[in-house]
């Protein structure tokens, strides 16, 4: 069966980075896009961007252009997510989620908690 | 961008109920329009897909439609696993993948 299983929760300082993984399983990787998104506590669900993840191009919000990297290994069958520079607006769950053609986000990872604080 | 408005916010009903959410996109997005639930701690599920595809397993009770800038859920007969907050999305565009607020179906 599909699985999205994302790496555990992580505390960071303003001003540093963190890279998430999301390992996938039960179907052919590089056949998906793999998709990022991000909730704030008590907030809307927010899209950072996307990775083809048969041939790694990349689209980014705009919001997160410039600070936000996506790549992918695919004999891991794993996408990462990398965000810089983190302010304490950036403490949310991120998600990542499979997504191809007309069908968006079918599967989605457990969440990641990234904590920023001093 | 593209802006996702969905309405209400919150809904109060009872079991049983017919519950209807609406929303509407800033400019026409065709049929890329997404409905997903959500329950507390745990990532959301795909309903509906292309504004009116039941995505496979998804109760038939729950169904979409519209196209353009304006869509609506239904959920013909709400049950109690159904409480939960409900956003649509679109991905039709560049800045694929925007959300609405959200629709919290609260217990009447």
């Known amino acids: 069966q599909v699985q999205l299983v994302q790496s555990g929760a992580e505390v960071k300082k303003p001003g540093a980075s963190v890279k998430i993984s999301c390992k996938a399983s039960?179907?052919?990787?590089?056949?998906?896009?793999m998709h990022w998104v991000r909730q704030a506590p008590g907030q809307r669900l927010e899209w950072m961007g996307w990775?083809?993840?048969?041939?790694?191009?990349?689209k980014f919000s705009q919001k997160f252009q410039g600070r936000v990297t996506i790549t992918r290994d695919t004999s891991a069958s794993t996408a990462y997510m990398e965000l810089n520079s983190l302010r304490s607006e950036d403490t949310a769950v991120y998600y990542c989620?499979?997504?191809?053609?007309?069908?968006?986000?079918?599967?989605w990872g457990q969440g990641t908690l990234v904590t920023v604080s001093t | 961008d593209i802006q996702m408005t969905q309405s209400p916010s919150t809904l109060s009903a009872s079991v049983g109920d017919r519950v209807t959410i609406t929303c509407r996109a800033s400019?026409?997005?065709?049929?890329?329009l997404a409905w997903y639930q959500q329950k507390p701690g745990i990532a959301p599920k795909l309903l509906i897909y292309?504004?009116?595809t039941l995505e496979s397993g998804v109760p038939s009770r729950f169904s979409g439609s519209g196209s353009g800038t304006e869509f609506t859920l239904t959920i013909s007969s709400l049950q109690p696993d159904d409480f939960a907050t409900y956003y649509c999305?679109?991905?039709?565009?560049?800045?694929?993948?925007?959300f609405g607020q959200g629709t919290k179906v609260e217990i009447k």
């Open positions: 989620a499979r997504g191809r053609g007309e069908k968006p986000f079918d599967y």
């Open positions: 400019q026409s997005i065709s049929s890329w």
């Open positions: 039960g179907y052919t990787f590089t056949n998906y896009a």
């Open positions: 292309t504004a009116s």
């Open positions: 990775i083809n993840a048969g041939n790694g191009n990349t």
């Open positions: 999305q679109q991905y039709s565009s560049y800045s694929l993948g925007t």
